[in-house]
C-alpha cells in the first residue's frame, strides 16, 4: 500500500490517487487489500465492514501503478450507483472517468 505510517495524519489513508482525509486508515482494510493486489481473492465481511474501500485501496493501487482501466461489478442497480458515487469523492481522477453500465443503458450506446 502506498499509505505510510509516518503521515500528518495517522487516521487516513495517504495516496496519490485518493481524496486527502478521506478514507480511514484501517489495518484490516489494508492487509487484505495488499492480499488482493498479489492474488485473486474474495473478501468476505458483514455489511459496513468495508469491502468497497477494500476494492477502492486495490484500484487506487493499480491504476497509480499500470494505470488502463478498472470494471467494477455489482448484483444490482442501487449498489451499482452506490459504488459509483464512493469512488467519484473518494478517487481524485475526474468524475467523466467514472461509468455507470446497468441494463438500462441499451447496447449500441
Same mark, same amino acid.
Given at each position: 500500500? !502506498? !499509505?505510510? $505510517?509516518? $503521515?500528518?495524519?495517522? $487516521?487516513?489513508?495517504?495516496?496519490?490517487?485518493?481524496?486527502?482525509?478521506?478514507?480511514?486508515?484501517?489495518?484490516y482494510?489494508r492487509?487484505? !487489500?495488499?492480499?488482493?493486489?498479489? #492474488?485473486?481473492?474474495?473478501?468476505?465481511?458483514?455489511?459496513?465492514?468495508?469491502?468497497?474501500?477494500?476494492?477502492?485501496?486495490?484500484?487506487?493501487?493499480?491504476?497509480?501503478?499500470?494505470?488502463?482501466?478498472?470494471?467494477?461489478? #455489482?448484483?444490482?442497480?442501487?449498489?451499482?450507483?452506490?459504488?459509483?458515487?464512493?469512488?467519484?469523492?473518494?478517487?481524485?481522477?475526474?468524475?467523466?472517468?467514472?461509468?455507470?453500465?446497468?441494463?438500462?443503458?441499451?447496447?449500441? $450506446?
Amino acid at each position: 500500500m !502506498a !499509505a505510510s $505510517d509516518g $503521515d500528518a495524519d495517522p $487516521d487516513y489513508v495517504d495516496h496519490p490517487l485518493l481524496t486527502p482525509e478521506f478514507v480511514e486508515r484501517r489495518r484490516y482494510q489494508r492487509e487484505l !487489500a495488499t492480499t488482493a493486489r498479489e #492474488a485473486h481473492t474474495l473478501v468476505c465481511l458483514p455489511t459496513g465492514l468495508g469491502k468497497t474501500t477494500v476494492s477502492l485501496l486495490v484500484t487506487a493501487d493499480r491504476l497509480q501503478e499500470v494505470g488502463g482501466t478498472v470494471l467494477f461489478l #455489482a448484483p444490482t442497480k442501487p449498489l451499482v450507483q452506490q459504488h459509483a458515487d464512493f469512488y467519484s469523492e473518494a478517487l481524485s481522477i475526474p468524475d467523466d472517468e467514472i461509468t455507470v453500465f446497468t441494463g438500462e443503458v441499451r447496447p449500441d $450506446d
